[in-house]
């Protein structure tokens, strides 16, 4: 989801239902993004690609505690080699069961 506020709605119900919440950004340029969007079957219109890219709002756990179980990774290293898949699926399991591990706690009031 491209805007926080739009994310954080996630992180609420995750809190409401006691699970985890976790967040994983790919980070890729404008380009690149057009560029597997012309790859697609089905390509969305450019414009949408360039709106959501200029809008985006990056993970930032420093500043938002609730954003702290986030993966930020950089398309343009990873996605064309085949050999670091491993690592990539490594990190996003990780990730993934370090924030089951640490469920949203509800509301203390």
């Known amino acids: ?3 926080r506020s739009m994310r ?3 992180y609420q119900m995750a ?3 006691n699970i985890g919440f976790s967040e994983i950004y790919i980070d890729c340029t404008i380009e690149t993004a057009l560029k597997w969007n012309a790859e697609r079957s089905l390509p969305i219109p450019s414009k949408t690609v360039v709106t959501m ?3 985006l709002e990056q993970p930032d756990p ?6 702290r179980h986030s993966l930020h990774l950089t398309s343009d290293h990873w996605w064309d080699h085949g050999d670091q898949w491993t690592s990539l699926c490594d ?3 990780q990730l993934c069961e370090t924030s089951m591990e640490d469920p949203v706690p509800p509301l203390i009031m």
């Not at 420093?62 to 954003?67: C, D, F, S, T, V």
Request: charged share 25%.
């Open 91 to 93: 990190q996003v399991f």
């Open 8 to 10: 954080y709605e996630y």
């Open 62 to 67: 420093l500043k938002y505690h609730w954003e």
């Open 53 to 55: 890219a200029t809008t």
């Open 15 to 17: 809190r409401k239902y």
């Open 1 to 3: 989801l491209p805007l």
